[in-house]
């Protein structure tokens, strides 16, 4: 099993960028999927997520608005893009699966990648 980011950089405030998740070894059916990130000397937060279905979404009030979350079953993949990148928004961004649980917790995630770091200069 493996999730593996891609898509990360530097970008200027107000900037967009689109970060993908592949996934190898367990098809995305069965699970929720969801972005993390962790920004220096903090705590690793809720992003977004998106259920089995493809179609309900959660997102933290910080991005809500700005970030969108899919999946391509058909490719395995999630995307999420970020919009009108902030400082604050700067962060390495993981991708993760949760197998049949849906929620904000990073706990309830079983499997993680290793991550896409995301600068947004201002």
């Known amino acids: 099993v493996q999730l593996v980011e891609s898509g990360g950089g530097l970008v200027q405030t107000g900037g967009s960028l689109g970060l993908s998740c592949l996934a190898s070894?367990?098809?995305?059916?069965?699970?929720?999927m969801g972005w993390f990130r962790q920004a220096p000397g903090k705590e690793r937060e809720f992003v977004a997520a998106?259920?089995?279905?493809?179609?309900?979404?959660l997102y933290a009030d910080s991005v809500k608005g700005r970030f969108t979350i899919s999946r391509d079953f058909a490719k395995n993949t999630v995307w999420l893009r970020l919009n009108n990148l902030k400082p604050e928004d700067t962060a390495v961004y993981y991708c993760?699966?949760?197998?049949?649980?849906?929620?904000?917790?990073?706990?309830?995630?079983?499997?993680w990648g290793r991550g896409a770091p995301v600068t947004v200069s201002s």
């Open positions: 998106i259920k089995w279905d493809g179609i309900d979404t």
């Open positions: 993760a699966a949760a197998i049949r649980q849906w929620s904000t917790m990073a706990v309830v995630y079983d499997f």
């Open positions: 070894g367990f098809t995305l059916s069965d699970t929720a």
